[in-house]
């Protein structure tokens, strides 16, 4: 048995005859706005068939098979460039590189403006004078080698058993 819209096609069609057609036209609740529809849906195919381009099964599958080559193109093409591209690029590496020497230059800056100047030490001293006693060792010599940049002094005492106590640097 055909549903209600098998026969309402068969009917637009002009395929239901006979007792098949009776029974249709009398379940239908209003018959001259069916009747409307037919000719409306007869008018919307006729149109189509005029504008229509007529295509054989082997065209219509032949355009099918060109739009997914199409596709499949584009999308290696675009997998190509994502492999070749990389993360590594000569521009990433060159920026990189100019950004962890900008860094480098920045810390060295900071680092060498906030060093402060060096104050003297708590133990250095300065040798005002000196002097030798030829009673206690009479071939002892003392000479003084002084070097300002480094602020060291040396005091060479050659010849001297022991220094006396109160030759003793505070």
Request: hydrophobic share 40%; proline share 3%.
């Amino acid at each position: 048995m055909k549903t209600f819209e098998e026969k309402w096609t068969a009917w637009i069609d002009d395929q239901l005859t006979g007792r098949e057609l009776d029974d249709f036209l009398a379940s239908l609740p209003d018959r001259a706005a069916a009747e409307g529809e037919k000719q409306e849906a007869k008018q919307l195919g006729t149109l189509l068939r005029e504008q229509a381009v007529s295509l054989s099964n082997a065209d219509f599958f032949s355009h099918q098979l060109r739009q997914r080559i199409e596709k499949d193109d584009q999308e290696q093409d675009h997998e190509q460039e994502q492999e070749s591209s990389g993360w590594w690029t000569i521009r990433r590496l060159l920026w990189g590189a100019a950004v962890s020497f900008a860094v480098f230059l920045a810390c060295a800056v900071f680092v060498f403006q906030n060093k402060t100047p060096q104050s003297q030490s708590q133990y250095l001293t300065e040798i005002l004078s000196y002097r030798v006693d030829p009673n206690v060792s009479p071939n002892a010599s003392i000479t003084t080698f002084e070097k300002k940049d480094d602020h060291v002094t040396v005091l060479w005492a050659d010849g001297l058993q022991s220094f006396p106590k109160e030759y003793a640097a505070k």
